[in-house]
């Protein structure tokens, strides 16, 4: 069973970048393919984007295609979102999430088909 722990989130304005991590424990981290979603107050958690056990097959929400990037380091058991061009509608708490596949190519955008998630990371872009 793996763990998550999300860090990297801040307060930032309009147009900056920040880079969150999520570091995976207690279990193989190249068995998991893994995403990245989001929270914004009142609002369902939506998926951000996500990735294969091999790191391809990348899937991007349509609003933050061209300015988030996932990446993982299978060696660091981190999964990374960097964040470029930040807007205030990015506002929300974002989450880490794994799940367990044996397909290396299998990249997963429901949050129902993960199984693992982190605390959340609060990121606030201000205007």
């Known amino acids: 069973q793996v763990q998550l722990i999300e860090s990297g989130g801040g307060l930032v304005q309009a147009g900056d970048s920040l880079r969150l991590s999520c570091i995976a424990s207690?279990?193989?981290?190249?068995?998991?393919?893994m995403g990245w979603f989001r929270q914004a107050p009142g609002k369902e958690r939506e998926f951000v984007t996500a990735?294969?056990?091999?790191?391809?097959?990348?899937y991007h929400l349509d609003s933050v295609k061209g300015r988030f990037t996932i990446s993982r380091d299978n060696a660091k058991a981190t999964v990374y979102l960097q964040m470029n061009s930040l807007k205030p509608e990015d506002t929300a708490v974002y989450y880490c999430?794994?799940?367990?596949?044996?397909?290396?190519?299998?990249?997963?955008?429901?949050?129902?088909?993960?199984?693992?998630w982190g605390q959340g990371t609060q990121v606030t872009v201000s205007s």
């Open positions: 999430a794994a799940a367990k596949t044996l397909d290396t190519g299998m990249t997963l955008v429901l949050a129902q088909q993960y199984g693992y």
């Open positions: 207690g279990d193989t981290f190249e068995s998991y393919a």
């Open positions: 990735l294969s056990r091999a790191g391809g097959n990348i």
